[in-house]
């Protein structure tokens, strides 16, 4: 089966085409400043990545010319959009209704629209690109795969905030989590790779990417997971402050005049690593070399970032009664080492130690504990794509 992998942003469209019988990608790419001006970079497998500029004021037109790009005559891997047999979207919110991946139809959409308030920049543009399928490519099924419904196996005392319940009640405010075909799909493959029994497991999936979350997986289903009613909650983040007591708020929209939502902004985009490292950089390539060079801000950073995730597993390690397996994923998690090797460093009292030579490697699954660690660590690189063609593959077969 031909699946079309479409991740929409408020102003972006990521996209694979994947083969679901070998896995492999026959073509990717994205389109950028969709609503702006319009940029398409499409790469075929194996060829070089052509760079397109065109007016792009929907998705529909961003769609549009992905198909155009996929059937083209030269770099094209299609000879005509009949053989894309699914389309597979990422969708960010789908609240509490839905717990699994689904073939779009009204109800479903009818979901994703309410969600729009709980997933404002994202769900109005997962939509978009689903109507634009549905027009550009009628007849075809349609798969939404959501980023919250891993975790809608989380139990209330995990997912509740102890605030008054009728904020619960009438706006449905509660911990969803976010990355969950990440943690899904690391997970599984995790108990896999170890040879862990699915049904008698204790997992830590630690996602450290630009935004980064990290979920309690029991017996193959999420527990907890560190973000919550919005992406903003747990871990510290590239731009995004994670955790903090709320009354910082006020006292700083006090202090500097702000507003409630100038100050969210804040906290999303302008805190972090960026903010400990004293705006040097969000990207962990450069705080490493920085700190190398003994920058004392991007040594915070990278040792708050650290800390923070250490916390989170022993916070996890006692939410299960103990630990089984330890995984990193995410462009951190799987690429910077001092992370992993400074996070390791407090969890000792698990029994657990790290192959340093091991902590070298990158871009593959491996294991990071020695033999005798009493608890295994392993990196693994995460595939959210893949992750949404298999249930899309799943899905359509199921409906025949
Ligand atoms: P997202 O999908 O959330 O945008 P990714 O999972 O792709 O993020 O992770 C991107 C981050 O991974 C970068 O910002 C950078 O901090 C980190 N990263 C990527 N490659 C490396 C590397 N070689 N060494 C250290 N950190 C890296």
């Known amino acids: 089966?031909?699946?079309?992998?479409?991740?929409?942003?408020?102003?972006?469209?990521?996209?694979?085409?994947?083969?679901?019988?070998?896995?492999?990608?026959?073509?990717?790419?994205?389109?950028?400043?969709?609503?702006?001006?319009?940029?398409?970079?499409?790469?075929?497998?194996?060829?070089?990545?052509?760079?397109?500029?065109?007016?792009?004021?929907?998705?529909?037109?961003?769609?549009?010319?992905?198909?155009?790009?996929?059937?083209?005559?030269?770099?094209?891997?299609?000879?005509s959009l009949d053989e894309v047999d699914a389309i597979g979207h990422?969708?960010?919110?789908?609240g509490s209704k839905i717990t699994e991946s689904r073939i779009i139809d009204d109800e479903v959409i009818a979901v994703i629209d309410e969600c729009c308030d709980l997933g404002p920049l994202h769900n109005p543009a997962n939509l978009m690109g689903i109507r634009a399928c549905m027009e550009l490519m009628p007849g075809k099924p349609n798969v939404a795969v959501f980023d919250t419904s891993f975790h809608q196996s989380m139990p209330p005392k995990a997912y509740r905030y102890a605030i008054p319940t009728e904020y619960y009640e009438k706006y449905a405010v509660r911990k969803y989590g976010f990355h969950g075909t990440s943690h899904?799909?690391?997970?599984?493959?995790?108990?896999?790779?170890?040879?862990?029994?699915?049904?008698?497991?204790?997992?830590?999936?630690?996602h450290l990417g630009n935004g980064a979350s990290i979920s309690a997986v029991l017996n193959g289903k999420c527990a907890d997971t560190s973000m919550g009613l919005t992406p903003l909650e747990g871990l510290i983040m590239g731009t995004r402050s994670g955790d903090l007591d709320p009354a910082v708020l006020e006292y700083i929209c006090n202090k500097e005049g702000l507003n409630v939502s100038q100050m969210l902004t804040i906290l999303n985009k302008k805190s972090g690593v960026m903010a400990l490292s004293n705006n040097l950089s969000s990207d962990f390539r450069d705080l490493e070399e920085a700190m190398d060079n003994g920058n004392e801000a991007a040594r915070l950073a990278i040792e708050a970032f650290s800390y923070r995730v250490a916390k989170y597993i022993g916070?996890?390690?006692?939410?299960?009664?103990?630990?089984?397996?330890?995984?990193?994923?995410?462009?951190?998690?799987?690429?910077?080492?001092?992370?992993?090797?400074?996070v390791l460093s407090y969890?000792?009292?698990?029994?657990?130690?790290?192959?340093?030579?091991?902590?070298?490697?990158?871009?593959?699954?491996?294991?990071?504990?020695?033999?005798?660690?009493?608890?295994?660590?392993?990196?693994?690189?995460?595939?959210?794509?893949?992750?949404?063609?298999?249930?899309?593959?799943?899905?359509?077969?199921?409906?025949?």
Do not use: W
């Open 1 to 79: 089966m031909n699946v079309l992998v479409v991740n929409c942003g408020s102003s972006s469209l990521k996209f694979q085409l994947i083969n679901s019988d070998t896995e492999e990608v026959s073509a990717k790419g994205l389109c950028e400043r969709i609503g702006i001006d319009g940029r398409l970079v499409y790469q075929p497998a194996g060829g070089e990545k052509e760079i397109t500029e065109a007016p792009m004021p929907t998705h529909t037109e961003a769609i549009s010319l992905v198909l155009k790009a996929l059937v083209n005559e030269k770099t094209g891997v299609l000879k």
């Open 90 to 94: 990422r969708v960010l919110h789908g």
């Open 184 to 206: 899904k799909f690391v997970s599984g493959e995790a108990i896999r790779f170890l040879g862990l029994d699915k049904d008698n497991s204790k997992v830590i999936v630690a």
């Open 315 to 342: 916070s996890y390690v006692a939410a299960m009664n103990g630990v089984d397996a330890i995984v990193f994923t995410g462009g951190i998690g799987e690429n910077a080492g001092v992370v992993r090797k400074t």
């Open 347 to 400: 969890l000792g009292y698990l029994g657990i130690t790290m192959d340093e030579a091991a902590n070298k490697k990158r871009g593959e699954n491996f294991i990071l504990s020695t033999p005798d660690s009493k608890v295994k660590v392993a990196v693994m690189p995460t595939n959210e794509e893949l992750a949404i063609c298999r249930d899309t593959v799943e899905l359509v077969n199921a409906a025949k």
